[in-house]
């Protein structure tokens, strides 16, 4: 909000609170409503059905990696209707899948880890791919070991991380635990390769700047009913070539070529 010239404790108040676990959401979704908040800015999909939940009237800004039409929280992308708006970066979890399957074309049974719902896109990419889907599901960040073992198990080919809001500070870890159980693994943040994973693909830009738009937007009059859904519109690809080598796979040259930058 500083490129609005706005200060806190000038120009706005925030009121923060940090969910250690989904169970602890609706309560604080409840005492932010309490405070009669101006606008609740929300990350992920679980504290954005909670803020939901809670108000029908307060506007809500919301970053999430999933489908927030698919997950009922807007009408539509172009017309969010209600009170509900946001930023939504996780509409492309079936390209991770693509981009791994055209570096790596000999993989065929690729593991995932699930949080949630199944993502439906990424199942319907892998039936296109011909590529055999091996869904693990994680609770907590504790369950990652457990999913690699797993994965072992199964004698998978590859891994894909998918865009989970929690997963994201745990990256590091989740990129190191694939490079030792000896898989390839993309994620969707280049955090990810940047750690050690073998390849990223995302959005170039993080939601923060596009989410203080709409907040200045709404506190300055505008209903989130009419602001659109916003979506990434550029993406990189980063591909760790020193995993590559420890991993003993040979990304396919094409696929090099088209990356946007290639650690050495």
């Known amino acids: 909000m500083r490129g609005f010239n706005w200060v806190e404790n000038q120009d706005l108040k925030i009121e923060a609170r940090y969910a250690g676990s989904e169970d602890q959401l609706a309560t604080f979704a409840a005492e932010l409503v309490g405070l009669k908040m101006d606008l609740i800015l929300t990350q992920g999909t679980a504290a954005t059905r909670a803020a939901k939940q809670a108000t029908e009237t307060i506007p809500i800004v ?24 946001g930023f939504a970066y996780g509409l492309y979890e079936e390209k991770l899948l693509e981009k791994l399957k055209a570096a790596l074309p000999a993989i065929s049974r690729v593991a995932y880890p699930i949080y949630g719902e199944p993502d439906s896109a990424i199942q319907r990419a892998a039936k296109t791919l011909g590529v055999k889907l091996n869904g693990i599901s994680v609770k907590g960040p504790e369950d990652f070991g457990h999913f690699f073992a797993e994965a072992r198990r199964a004698k998978a080919d590859a891994v894909v991380i998918q865009d989970v809001a929690w997963f994201g500070a745990h990256l590091e870890r989740i990129a190191a635990e694939a490079t030792m159980s000896h898989l390839p693994a993309i994620g969707y ?3 990810f390769a940047e750690a050690g994973g073998l390849m990223s693909y995302g959005p170039a830009i993080q939601s923060a700047p596009r989410l203080a738009v709409q907040v200045y937007k709404i506190l300055n009059g505008a ?6 859904v916003e979506q990434p519109t550029i993406f990189e690809l980063v591909i760790n070539l020193k995993t590559a080598k420890t991993l003993g796979v040979t990304i396919e040259p094409i696929v090099l070529q088209s990356a946007h930058e290639v650690i050495q």
Do not use: I
């Not at 209903?223 to 659109?228: G, M, N, S, T, V």
């Open 62 to 85: 919301f970053s999430v990696g999933s489908d927030p039409v698919q997950e009922g929280l807007v009408t539509s992308l172009p017309h969010p209707g209600g009170n509900l708006t």
């Open 189 to 191: 943040r280049r955090a």
């Open 223 to 228: 209903k989130p009913a009419d602001l659109p």
